[in-house]
């Protein structure tokens, strides 16, 4: 089962704007991660934010995570069409696998 | 080097055909993990490999799902008797090894089709 949610579910904006997914969880982790999901691709690591961070910044890309409300936040910031994909954050606690969010579409128009 | 790769990219069967999903990690890559995405969601866990151990199969849906790692490399999965509502994106993912910032490494994925 899904470890949680995603929103919005979709995300539509100009190029050059802001971009703010959220994602919450439910059971405890060892870290978070943010990847993204081209249509018809493999998924691709964006980023990797541990339990005991609480921001992270990558490029153009920053990640917050609260443990205490068990939610993180992506911001892709000055957007490009080149964006637009689908955005999944990703739990690892004490099981090897990750528990996956359901997802962001966005969409960045030129 | 190469990415995980998986193939065939794209498997139409038939109800109660038999089907076998092929996955070639990152030369080096100890753990590999099977995911299947079903359309518009996130994927969702099936089996865990270190090397050539099953360590956790608790994401497998049902008996007619096996997935093998017989030479801790290449690995198969391999679904028997298959419905409709196995129609999905099979990904899978490698990973260097077992380590606390457990990055994964995903394939282009396997889209089954199931008529």
Known sequence: SQQ?????QALS??????????CSYKTSINNLQWYRQNSGRGLVHLI???????EKHSGRLRVTLDTSKKSSS?????SRAADTASYFCATSGSARQLTFGSGTQLTVLP | GAGVSQSPRYKVAKRGQDVALRCDP????????WYQQALGQGPEFLTYFQNEAQLDKSG????????????????????????QEDSAVYLCASSLAIV????QFFGPGTRLTVL
């Open chain 1, 48 to 54: 990797l934010i541990r339990s005991n961070e609480r």
């Open chain 1, 74 to 78: 992506l911001l892709i910031t000055a």
């Open chain 2, 60 to 83: 497998l849906p049902s008996d007619r799902f096996f997935a093998e790692r017989p030479e801790g490399s290449v690995s198969t999965l391999k679904i028997q008797r298959t419905q």
């Open chain 2, 26 to 33: 990152i030369s080096g890559h100890v753990s590999l993990f």
């Open chain 2, 100 to 103: 606390k910032d457990n990055e």
């Open chain 1, 13 to 22: 904006i100009q190029e050059g704007e802001n971009a703010t997914m959220n």
């Open chain 1, 4 to 8: 949680g949610e995603e929103d919005p």
